[in-house]
């Protein structure tokens, strides 16, 4: 498909557990986001990589989150010992970042549900 | 399927009526605002965009208008229809803050009655 994908699209796991969600940006999009949107809530920034580096990570919750794209292309957030409030829908967004035209339509995935019991 | 906004603002319409959706932003700097919609289990999706050196902009049955004196931004739908029945966020940015990070607003149901 040429739109973002995100997989899984529902995760369920225990308190304490480690779990990775993946995003996959569509071809050629050099800039690549993750939100978080709790429910009832508008999506709340995490992440930001320009190419293969974390250029802003100022959302992530704490040090419990991390996140790589160790190529520029496929990433992954990364949740270590999830807590219950870590429970949202987790999106992915990506945008094209091409010379002289600084506003980009950023193309969203459908997001990974995650559920913490 | 994903439920969305199950606590927000909510807004409903009979069809074929407009509809005005209304959002105040919180930063000043910002300078780029966009109006996403969002239907249950899927992603946020771009309906239309404004800068900061407009005050209205119209695209196919919709339009947006920009206050930056009070920062309010709406939408407007025109003859609306059943597959416009969504959940409707602005989002505002600034190439300024170094990145097109989106703030999100916290969104309104919108509901369209056949």
């Known amino acids: 498909g040429a739109g973002v994908s995100q997989t899984p699209s529902n995760k369920v796991t225990e308190k304490g557990k480690y779990v990775e969600l993946r995003c996959d940006p569509i071809s050629g999009h050099t800039a690549l986001y993750w939100y978080r949107q709790s429910l009832g809530q508008g999506p709340e920034f995490l992440i930001y990589?320009?190419?293969?580096?974390?250029?802003?990570d100022s959302g992530l919750p704490n040090d419990r989150f991390f996140a790589v794209r160790p190529e520029g292309s496929v990433s992954t957030l990364k949740i270590q010992r999830t807590e219950r409030g870590d429970s949202a829908v987790y999106l992915c967004?990506?945008?094209?970042?091409?010379?002289?035209?600084?506003?980009?339509?950023?193309?969203f995935g459908p997001g990974t549900r995650l559920t913490v019991l | 399927g994903e439920n969305v906004g199950l606590h927000l603002p909510t807004l409903s319409v009979q069809e074929g009526d407009n509809s005005i959706i209304n959002c105040a932003y919180s930063n000043s700097a910002s300078d780029y605002f966009i109006w996403y919609k969002q239907e249950s289990g899927k992603g946020p999706q771009f309906i239309i965009d404004i800068r900061s050196n407009m005050d209205k902009r119209q695209g196919q049955r919709v339009t947006v208008l920009l206050n930056k004196t009070v920062k309010h931004l709406s939408l407007q739908i025109a003859a609306t229809q059943p597959g416009d029945s969504a959940v409707y966020f602005c989002?505002?940015?600034?190439?300024?803050?170094?990145?097109?990070?989106?703030?999100f607003g916290t969104g309104t149901r919108l509901t369209i009655i056949p």
């Open positions: 990589f320009q190419g293969t580096g974390a250029a802003d």
């Open positions: 989002a505002e940015t600034s190439i300024y803050f170094g990145n097109e990070k989106l703030t």
């Open positions: 967004a990506s945008s094209l970042t091409p010379p002289g035209d600084p506003y980009n339509e950023q193309f």
